[in-house]
């Protein structure tokens, strides 16, 4: 069964250091997102992205925060200056359909902990 | 209001039992829904979608209630596998698709 692969399953940074987070999708799939889940918390969405531009975003995906889809597979997360509130569960997910009638392909998501 | 709301659980029940959740919405302009099951740390992963007219896979059978806003998940023969979190996503229509989550329903399924 084709899976969403992320990269790496957990990241340990210093507050204000920059990460990227990783994502493979589905090869097939047009749509990739990004949501966050902090723990004990719901799933909130981040950002959308299709044909290579951002679709939509919520008001947690500031400024501090870009996506990229640099070579065709990666679909890749930035966090420029990362704060203690950014502590979570990122995962990554892909769907087919603008309307993901089938549903999303999450990935196994990236703990971050930032200290 | 929120958006999407689930009552939390958690649900403890001995297997072979049936158990239900309900997860109410907001929008009504709400065009697609879905249940997903999370195991603790982990991904969410699609259940089922959930049609207007419902719809069954095997143990587990999906509602739609577009009159009252609520989607409905009824789990038959409880194994003690479906022990998750159970997660309500309802995806808008009319210019935005930015889907909703709600917090999930625990379950526990006990011998």
């Known amino acids: 069964e084709p899976e969403v692969t992320q990269t790496p399953s957990h990241q340990v940074t210093q507050m204000g250091q920059e990460v990227i987070l990783r994502c493979v999708p589905i090869s097939n799939h047009l749509y990739f997102y990004w949501y966050r889940q902090i723990l004990g918390q719901k799933v909130e969405f981040l950002v959308s992205f299709y044909n290579n531009e951002i679709s939509e975003k919520s008001e947690i995906f500031d400024d501090q925060f870009s996506v990229e889809r640099p070579d065709g597979s990666n679909f890749t997360l930035k966090i420029r200056s990362t704060k203690l509130e950014d502590s979570a569960m990122y995962f990554c997910a892909s769907t087919f359909n603008w309307d993901s009638y089938y549903g999303y392909t999450f990935g196994s998501g990236t703990r971050l902990t930032v200290v | 209001r929120k958006e999407v709301e689930q009552d939390p659980g958690p649900f403890n029940v001995p297997e072979g039992a049936t158990v239900a959740f309900n997860c109410t919405y907001s929008n009504s302009a709400s065009q697609s829904f879905f249940w997903y099951r999370q195991d603790c740390r982990k991904e969410p992963k699609l259940l089922m979608s959930?049609?207007?007219s419902g719809n069954e896979d095997g143990r587990f059978t999906a509602q739609l209630n577009r009159a009252s806003q609520y989607i409905s998940l009824l789990i038959r023969d409880s194994k003690l596998s479906d022990s998750a979190t159970y997660l309500c996503v309802v995806i808008p229509s009319g210019g935005s698709y930015i889907p909703t989550f709600g917090r999930g329903t625990s379950l526990i399924v006990h011998p």
């Open positions: 959930v049609y207007s």
